[in-house]
């Protein structure tokens, strides 16, 4: 079945777009909830102009969230989890936690179906995408540490001697040049 998409829809196309879809898909899914209209041929002139005003109305609502996206990706997430010696941890951390979390941190309420990540099952840092609009995607920095360690995983003691490290080396070839 041919159907003329009205609105975005995510992993299938954006409005205005003719697509071959299975019939029960259009039929049950995208016709009802007005996503899509068959692809008549009075459906398939109209859609120059309806993908022109979604092109509008989408560049409209990235403009807006724009700003949510920078604070989004620039956002550090950690949790403090029970693990087995191997990393593994004893449960998940799934899409409505870091949603949550994300609620919690930065004030921002984002829905737990945009954020598009697998449960995390191991101690480490994870970029989670969170999908604000089908072009505006930014990366949330998850950080998955074992109870009790928190001042190792959360200092950032780690990154700071390796840059400590090459002041003192430069220091010693002026010291040495000098005499």
Known sequence: ??????????KLGHAGDVKKVADGYGRNYLIPQGLAALATASAVKQAETLRQNAAITRAKLNSELSGVAEKLGALTLSFAVKAGDTGKLYGSITAAQIADKIKADSGLEIDRRNVRHNPLRELGEFKV?????????PNVKVVLYREGEALKAATPEAPAAPVEAP???????EAVAAE
Request: proline fraction near 8%; charged fraction near 25%.
């Open 1 to 10: 079945m041919k159907v003329l998409l009205l609105k975005d829809v995510y």
């Open 167 to 173: 002041a003192v080396a430069e220091a010693e070839p």
């Open 129 to 137: 995408p969170v999908y604000l609009t089908t072009d505006l995607v």
